[in-house]
C-alpha cells in the first residue's frame, strides 16, 4: 500500500464547477499535511498547508480528517487557470521524517 | 516567491559523460533534496541533505552522488551517464516541513 494515495484523475470539470480531490495517508503518526500543485512540466509549488481545524484561502478549502486519515481540497468557481495536478504531501514513515508526495491528481478545467 | 535555482535549465549530452546539475538556495535553508520524476509520473526523493557535510541517500536508488560543503550549494554528480539517466530532476529546500523546488533540469542521455 503506498503511503499517500491519491485518486489519479484527470477530474474534467467546466469552468464555475465545485471540484472535490480527496488522499488518505498510511501513517498515523504524520503531523504536517500540504497540497501542491504542479503545471505541465513545472515544479512543484506549494498551494496551501492543511491544519486540524481546516483552513481556507480564496476559492480553496483544505480539510484534514485524522481519524480516517484523509486530506480533502476543495476548489470552488474553478477557473481554466486551475488546470494542473494537485499534490497530497503529508510528512511520511521515511526516514528523518520527511515529506513524502503523493502521485497527484489531474484537473482540468474547461471553458 | 522561493530562491532556488537551478542549472542547466536542459541538458543533452552523450552516453559515458560526466555531469554535475547545479542547485543553489539563498533563503539559508538548511535541508535540501533532490528528487528525480518522469513525464507524468511520481516525484522519488534521491538524496538529501540536513545541512553542511550531511547527505543521504533518498527511497529511490540512484547511480548519482551529491555534496553539501556549502549551506547554499547542493550539487548532483552523474559519473557516467546512461540513456536510463534521463528524467527531469528537481531540487527542493526547506526549513521546516515546507519544501520549495527550484525550475528543475530536464536531462536527456542519448
Known amino acids: 500500500r503506498k503511503e499517500v494515495e491519491q485518486d489519479p484523475g484527470p477530474f474534467n470539470v467546466p469552468e464555475g464547477a465545485t471540484v472535490a480531490f480527496n488522499c488518505t495517508y498510511s501513517n498515523s503518526a504524520s503531523q504536517s499535511f500540504f497540497w501542491y500543485r504542479q503545471d505541465c512540466r513545472k515544479e512543484p509549488k506549494l498551494l496551501m498547508s492543511?491544519?486540524?481545524s481546516g483552513n481556507e484561502d480564496g476559492r480553496f478549502t483544505a480539510q484534514l480528517n485524522r481519524a480516517s486519515q484523509y486530506i480533502s481540497l476543495l476548489i470552488r468557481d474553478s477557473k481554466l487557470s486551475d488546470s494542473a495536478t494537485y499534490l497530497c504531501v503529508v510528512n511520511g514513515e521515511n526516514a528523518g521524517n520527511m515529506l513524502t508526495f503523493g502521485g497527484g491528481t489531474r484537473l482540468m478545467v474547461k471553458p | 516567491e522561493a530562491d532556488i535555482y537551478q542549472t542547466p535549465r536542459y541538458l543533452v549530452i552523450g552516453t559515458g559523460k560526466k555531469i554535475t546539475l547545479e542547485c543553489s538556495q539563498t533563503m539559508g535553508h538548511d535541508k535540501m533534496y533532490w528528487y528525480q520524476q518522469d513525464p507524468g509520473m511520481e516525484l522519488h526523493l534521491i538524496h538529501y541533505s540536513y545541512g553542511v557535510n550531511s547527505t543521504e541517500k533518498g527511497d529511490l536508488s540512484s547511480e548519482s552522488t551529491v555534496s553539501r560543503i556549502r549551506t547554499e550549494h547542493f550539487p548532483l554528480t552523474l559519473e557516467s551517464a546512461r540513456p536510463s539517466h534521463t528524467s527531469q530532476y528537481l531540487c527542493a529546500s526547506s526549513f521546516s516541513y515546507e519544501q520549495y523546488f527550484g525550475p528543475g533540469t530536464r536531462l536527456t542521455v542519448t
Open positions: 492543511v491544519y486540524s
